[in-house]
Structure formats: C-alpha cells, structure tokens
C-alpha cells in the first residue's frame, strides 16, 4: 500500500487528500499545528555507538511541507518529522510560527546526511544545506549532537531506502 494511501486510511478511515489539505489552510489559518499520524516504521539513524529508533510523521506534499511543526508547542524526544521530496532539489527552511528550537537533518537520497543546522524558533532566516537534498529531518534542538548523528551517517526508513535502493540499483530492506 501506498504510504498516503496508508495515512487516508489511519486519518479518519479514508479522509480525503483535499479533506487533508483543507485541515491544513484551516490550521494556518487559525495558528493551530498541523498533526499527522505517526508513520508506523520506525526511522533509523545509524551512528558510532548504535542505531537509534525514531517516531516519525511523514510530511510528502506541498501544503504538509509547508506547514510542518508551526505553532507546536511539544515534540516527543524520540519523535520528528521527515520532509520527503519527490525529487533531490535545493531546499530552504524557515522557522516562521514554530515555536520549538529543532535540529533540521538534510539528507541526501543516498539516505547519508549531507548537512545538520539548527533552527532558533519564530526565524524567518532561510536554513539551508548548500547542496541538494531529497529528505529533511527535524528533531528538538540538540539531539543529532546529544545521540551522535553526524553528517555522513546513514538514515534508514522506508520512505528513503525505496529512493536509495533505486538509485544504488539494490533492493530496499
């Protein structure tokens, strides 16, 4: 299945994408966060001393990458979220209405880091990797430090090892 398919299905039973879309203009709208589900696979960030295991909410159009983690007030330690792209491209963040300090983890499509940069919360100074990217990560502030992810380290999930896997010629998993 599908991961949208699969998050219509968590979302209320079949809500539809432009039922989604309009949640979230009404959120921005009305300076309320965005929450999508939980993606059920965890997000793996292998480092020197061990994997790490992360809830992620996957964020993989317009309107979701857009709105990403404004006006939230809490994130979970072990929790983020992935910005997933439909192409490696050149990308800018901003902090504009997020009110928590994050870690944003720019990764390539080869599922390795290209670049870590933090994010002051209600910035509207653009964050970029100064290469492109086709995955963002965005972790409270501190963490990649505090659990060891470096640039270089490989992240895993399936929403990257399909991309990968296509572009190193491999199966994913």
């Keep these: 299945m599908r991961r949208s398919g699969l998050r219509n299905n968590l979302v209320g039973g079949g809500l539809s ?3 989604l879309i309009s949640s979230v203009v009404y959120a921005v709208a ?3 966060a965005m929450m999508l589900p939980v993606d059920p696979a965890p997000l793996i960030a292998e480092t020197p001393s061990g994997d790490l295991s992360f809830k992620v909410e996957i964020a993989d159009d317009t309107a979701e990458r857009s709105m990403g983690l404004m006006f939230r007030d809490y994130l979970p330690t072990d929790q983020g979220m992935l910005f997933v ?3 490696t491209r050149d990308v800018g963040f901003w902090m504009k209405n997020t009110k ?9 499509e080869d599922g390795k880091v290209k670049a870590i940069r933090h994010g002051e919360p209600m ?3 653009v964050i ?3 290469a492109p990217v086709r995955f963002v990560l965005e972790l409270n502030a501190g963490t990649a430090a ?3 992810i470096e640039t270089g380290a490989r992240i895993r999930h399936p929403e990257i090892d399909a991309v990968d896997g296509k572009v190193n010629g491999a199966s994913p998993g």
């Design 30 to 32: 009305e300076n309320k």
């Design 123 to 125: 910035s509207e100074a």
């Design 100 to 108: 928590l300090p994050l870690d944003l983890i720019f990764i390539g």
């Design 128 to 130: 970029s990797p100064n």
């Design 85 to 87: 792209f439909e192409q």
């Design 17 to 19: 994408l432009a039922l």
């Design 146 to 148: 505090a659990r060891g």
